[in-house]
């Protein structure tokens, strides 16, 4: 199924094409998760401090559907 | 005295006259420098019931016992006086390297009273301290402004002057320094105007003793820390606007006057848009390794042209997502143009949201303007932006800013503001913690005397649901004092609010600066005192908890979708526990037993 994946700030050196820059479409299996897609990009959960999906919290466990539109945001701050 | 250069400038502007003072011990151990000084300044001398464009009004410029010490993020100033937009007292601050040579001239503080009959600046080199007439550079804005100054007196004065709004006594003029910096807020630049004072050259070449230098070769290693952080690395790559996709996926970030809080074209106005359509360098102040600062020039090929410095995550949201521009270019001449003119950008944008939505009620039409304000119209924004600053037509009555032009059209609460101030880009209904800091705040809607992002959206220390009010008094008192301290001291509240430690490692340098030994208790107790202080000079102006208000859009207009959906502020419940919290009277006045407590008198 197609999704949506948008990587905020630092997170979009992750996108699988150079060109992407805003947003991308991932192919992913039927019934995958958002932890199975973040596995696809490799995006660190440290690094991750809010999942939505169609602008709607979410966690890993979320199981997605075709369309969905991911969005993973970093941190504002560290320490 | 370590930290502290020891002595405050005093300049008469009515009479010319100069001195300079002794820096009091005691109170420098007190209320320490920069806002907390500054206001103890205030609350000794300024007549409460002046008008602030009156001569009577003080204009403070104070730098804190932190700052060009080496540690980190120390290259900050602020300027303390009666706000003319609000009515309260205010502190505006600024970074860039203004503050650096303020303090190297060898003063902790300047503070500036009367009225020039004509227009003058203020010559600071060192220990030579002059007024100059400023007749010729009248009218200037502030980049031009900067170079006839630097020009009239020497290549390396950092420069802080202010534009046509603030000669024009616009009610969020701002003081603009190192040609690109603002002391934004709380129309800092018409009390300047109202003085005819144009701007402070200041070169300086002196050293800051500091008790212990080894100790505070910790800052390098403390850097470092940070910017191997995700604030160090984020901030330095993306600034500010990294919080557009932040508190877009939040449902935080105001749009359309603060009807909503997502915006749809919020990915054309981001920190990463910015890197690759505008940025020409990432920028700091004096003493940071953050850089967060955003040098830019508009493409070529795009309908507006210009380059500067811009925007900061608050202009995306003031004049981007909160009049519904998603026009990167647009809103980056925006920025420019308000640099230019000496304008806060944040208030700028909080009034003409606040026109769009009047117009679109038809209680403001083309005739009242010259021109439609719907929402979205970049170009007219642009217009109005030009007119306001050379308070020319409706620029004049919306210069006075936008509760009172709610006001004049029978809608006050159409204004996004408390006390007459336009609020930051963190959506009140959906941040519980940040609504009851811009209910309190002695400024009004800011974001600067105090923030909540570190709890209620990064989840640090202890995640805290931003959704709801449950310990959100006890953390709002937290986070103003903190805020408060940091100001004080001179330091940026990036590293230090926004990173867990930040308190802590404010106390470690303190103690290396000054040589006395300071706790992280002693340290918030010192914010306390000042925020304190604040309230109850407001308090002899007039203010009281009745003006702790929020507009009925976040009490009683919920979110319509999104995270957050159904959400309001809950205020009085909030207030009640607050209040209590803080030890001061139900109708929010510090009390006489806790000024006691804190020693103010």
Redesign the interface.
């Given at each position: 199924m197609l999704v949506t994946i948008?990587l905020?700030?630092?997170l979009?050196k992750l996108y699988k094409e150079p060109a992407s820059?805003?947003?991308e479409e991932a192919e992913i299996p039927e019934g995958s998760s958002v932890g199975d897609l973040l596995e696809v990009y490799d995006v660190p959960l440290k690094?991750v401090?809010?999942i939505?999906v169609n602008?709607?919290?979410a966690n890993v466990d979320t199981r997605l559907s075709t369309g969905d539109e991911i969005?993973v945001?970093?941190?504002?701050?560290?320490? | 005295m370590y930290g502290w250069m020891g002595t405050i400038l005093r300049v008469d502007l009515s009479s010319g006259k100069i001195e300079r003072e002794p820096l009091d011990e005691n109170l420098a151990r007190e209320y320490v420098g920069g806002r907390g000084l500054g206001m103890k300044i205030l609350y000794d001398e300024l007549n409460p019931g002046c008008d602030p464009l009156s001569p009577e009004n003080i204009l403070i410029f104070a730098n804190g016992p932190l700052t060009l010490t080496g540690a980190l993020s120390s290259g900050r100033y602020m300027v303390i006086t009666k706000s003319p937009l609000t009515g309260t007292i205010c502190s505006s601050n600024s970074g860039g390297y203004f503050p650096a040579a303020f303090k190297t001239a060898g003063y902790d503080a300047i503070v500036l009273k009367g009225k020039s009959e004509k227009p003058v600046y203020l010559w600071i080199d060192d220990d030579h301290v002059e007024l100059r007439a400023a007749g010729a550079i009248w009218g200037k804005d502030t980049r031009e402004a900067d170079r006839a100054i630097k020009r009239e007196t020497h290549k390396d004065a950092r420069v802080a002057c202010i534009g046509p709004a603030g000669e024009n006594l616009v009610r969020f003029a701002a003081i603009i320094n190192d040609a690109s910096r603002a002391a934004a807020r709380s129309g800092v630049g018409a009390v300047m105007g109202s003085k005819n004072l144009k701007g402070i050259a200041i070169r300086g070449t002196k050293g800051v003793r500091v008790h212990d230098p080894e100790e505070l070769l910790r800052a390098t290693v403390v850097a470092d820390h940070i910017k191997k952080t995700e604030l160090g690395e984020a901030f330095g790559e993306f600034g500010t606007p990294l919080f557009v996709d932040i508190m877009n996926a939040n449902n935080i970030m105001p749009t359309e006057n603060f009807r909503e809080g997502f915006f749809e074209d919020g990915d054309e106005i981001n920190g990463a848009e910015i890197i690759d359509r505008t940025l020409l360098r990432a920028k700091s102040c004096y003493a940071c390794c953050i850089n967060c600062g955003r040098n830019t020039k508009i493409p070529e090929g795009s309908k507006y042209s210009g380059r500067g410095d811009g925007p900061e995550y608050e202009t995306c949201f003031s004049l981007g997502s909160n009049i519904l521009v998603g026009d990167l270019d647009a809103l980056t001449k925006m920025n420019y143009i308000c640099n230019e003119l000496g304008m806060d950008t944040m208030d700028a944008g909080c009034t003409v949201s606040a026109i769009m939505e009047l117009f679109e009620e038809g209680l403001l039409n083309e005739e009242d303007i010259g021109f439609p304000m719907k929402w979205g119209d970049a170009d007219n924004t642009i217009r109005l932006l030009e007119m306001i600053g050379h308070a020319e037509g409706f620029g004049k009555e919306a210069g006075k800013g936008g509760y009172y032009l709610a006001g004049k059209c029978g809608r006050p609460e159409l204004f996004m503001g408390s006390k007459g101030q336009g609020f930051a880009g963190y959506h009140p209904r959906g941040m519980i913690g940040q609504a009851l800091i811009y209910a309190t705040s002695p400024e009004g809607g800011n974001h600067t005397t105090g923030n909540t992002i570190q709890p209620e959206i990064n989840g640090i220390p202890e995640p805290m649901d931003p959704l709801t009010g449950k310990g959100k008094p006890a953390l709002a008192i937290m986070r103003q004092d903190e805020s408060a301290i940091v100001e004080a001291c001179g330091l940026c509240v990036f590293p230090y609010m926004l990173i867990e430690t930040g308190i802590e490692i404010l106390a470690e340098y303190y103690t290396a600066v000054t040589g006395k030994y300071y706790t992280e208790w002693d340290i918030r107790k010192m914010g306390e005192r000042i925020f304190n202080l604040e309230r109850a000079l407001n308090h002899k102006i007039g203010f009281t908890g009745k003006d702790d208000t929020l507009p009925r859009r976040m009490t009683e207009e919920p979110h319509t979708e999104g995270i957050g959906e159904g959400n309001v502020v809950h205020l009085d419940e909030l207030l009640k526990e607050y209040y209590e919290l803080r030890g001061w009277t139900p109708d929010g006045v510090p009390s006489e037993e806790k000024l006691a407590e804190l020693g103010i008198s």
């Open positions: 948008k905020a700030g630092p979009r820059r805003k947003k690094s401090r809010l939505t602008r709607l919290k969005n945001i970093p941190p504002a701050a560290g320490g | -």
